[in-house]
């Protein structure tokens, strides 16, 4: 209040807060508040929003790079599931056959009976003794096609085909470098091998898409699963950059 020794007016509504007269600048403040980034201030650890006064803080641009959205992202993995896709119909094709050979008189009688109203099970030709194995086989085959497709490229450059594609790349948390194999394998294996329980009653594929959802409740830098074991984070690059590592001396908007 004014008048009352020793009392010092605060900053009035839209004003950032300044050091008390007779304080030295930070004291009691964290480095860098108020203040906003590309003025010669230190900034914060990467990923790590600039704290402003008032109102929300910006979105973080982990290593100067802002996050990828969800819908490239999207498109990113549909693109990676296609190519996934029909490497399994070269590959895989004979088993998938196989397999249809062998379920196909349950599933004939099982429609025929559906369609005429008779809900009863009894009588119905069981699967053929193969049909167990070829599932298994299926699934192996299917798994490890997804992981060369994948970790490899992500260990070396953080990006997949699609990924390329969509210009987002995913890169540490800690630091914009490669992944390496032991922390892409990681990121892969929390999203791709519960493609091997598909055959518990769709258990992989719940789990799938619980990690494929997750980076909609996540916030600030919008990591799904595999990302927080991974520590890794997916930021959208600049087109002339898409093919090439970030250079941290040179930001992207002085890119010419």
Same mark, same amino acid.
Not at 149 to 160: H, L, N, R
Not at 165 to 192: C, H, I, K, N
Not at 237 to 246: E, I, N, Q, W
């Given at each position: ?44 650890p990467p ?31 549909l693109?990676d ?10 590959v ?24 005429a109203?008779?809900? %009863? *099970?009894q #009588? !119905? &030709?069981?699967p053929?003794?193969?049909?167990? =194995? $070829?599932q ?25 085909f ?11 948390v ?8 032991g ?5 892969? %294996? *929390?999203? #791709? !091998? &519960? ?6 009653? =769709? $258990? ?9 959802v ?6 600030p ?17 600049p ?18």
């Amino acid at each position: 209040m004014p008048g009352v020794p020793g009392h010092q007016p605060g900053p009035t509504y839209g004003q950032r807060p300044g050091p008390v007269h007779g304080q030295q600048p930070g004291y009691g403040q964290p480095a860098g508040y108020g203040q906003q980034p590309g003025h010669g201030h230190p900034q914060g650890p990467p990923g790590w929003p600039y704290p402003t006064w008032p109102g929300r803080p910006p979105e973080p641009r982990p290593h100067g790079l802002p996050l990828a959205g969800y819908g490239a992202r999207l498109i990113a993995r549909l693109i990676d599931f296609g190519i996934v896709f029909l490497l399994n119909a070269v590959v895989n094709g004979w088993f998938v056959w196989r397999y249809i050979e062998e379920i196909s008189p349950y599933l004939r009688e099982a429609v025929r009976r559906g369609l005429a109203g008779d809900s %009863s *099970t009894q #009588g !119905l &030709p069981q699967p053929g003794e193969q049909t167990g =194995g $070829l599932q298994v086989v299926i699934l192996l085959i299917a798994t490890a096609l997804w992981f060369a497709y994948e970790v490899p490229s992500m260990a070396s450059g953080g990006q997949t085909f699609g990924k390329r594609v969509m210009r987002v790349r995913a890169v540490p948390v800690e630091a914009d470098q490669p992944l390496g194999f032991g922390r892409a394998l990681r990121r892969w %294996s *929390t999203l #791709g !091998l &519960p493609t091997l329980l598909w055959y518990c009653c =769709g $258990l992989g594929l719940l789990l799938q898409f619980v990690d494929a959802v997750s980076p909609l409740f996540d916030h600030p830098l919008r990591q799904a699963l595999h990302d927080k074991r991974a520590q890794t984070v997916v930021v959208q690059l600049p087109r002339a950059a898409s093919s090439a590592p970030h250079d941290p001396a040179n930001p992207p908007g002085d890119t010419p």
